[in-house]
């Protein structure tokens, strides 16, 4: 009796968790919806120490495509916090969408006016640091250039 109860309660839970995520919004909270970042089916965020809570896959910080292979989210820095530390990853940290520095652009650190970072798909924790100007809004780009992600940032328009 006792065996069948607990089998008949680990299905109730798992059908519960199921219903759960059937609903097409992420554990973020945030519905891939129109213009929202769809890279490998999954919606990707702008994840760091640029959110409250740090690195939370907010809906204000849902990427969105703004052209051919490319997207982006904008974000308020503040100088006297920086350098800030980032990434772009989907809800779950799950690789091939967990975006962080690739080992061709160690050690990471984006520069005003320099190169784009490429991105690793499969990071586990090499975050791209960079450390804005003056305080304002920034847009976070994430493009696809032939076969690899990269990043930069600018001041928002």
């Not at 968790?17 to 999954?42: I, L, R, Y």
């Not at 190169?115 to 994430?142: H, M, W």
Request: charged share 25%.
């Amino acid at each position: 009796m006792f065996k069948k109860l607990m089998l008949a309660a680990m299905l109730a839970g798992s059908f519960g968790f199921a219903g759960c995520a059937s609903d097409g919004a992420s554990a973020g909270g945030a519905a891939s919806g129109e213009g929202a970042a769809d890279v490998f089916g999954k919606p990707i965020f702008l994840r760091g120490e640029i959110s409250d809570p740090e690195w939370a896959p907010l809906p204000e910080l849902l990427v969105k495509k703004v052209g051919d292979n490319q997207w982006k989210a904008t974000a308020e820095l503040k100088v006297d916090y920086a350098p800030y530390k980032y990434k772009f990853a989907d809800s779950a940290w799950t690789p091939g969408t967990n975006f962080g520095y690739s080992s061709e652009s160690a050690p990471g650190v984006f520069e005003w006016g320099g190169d784009p970072i490429i991105l690793n798909p499969n990071s586990k924790f090499e975050e791209v640091k960079v450390t804005p100007p003056a305080d304002g809004k920034y847009d976070f780009y994430i493009e696809k250039q032939g076969d690899k992600f990269v990043t930069y940032v600018k001041e928002a328009e």
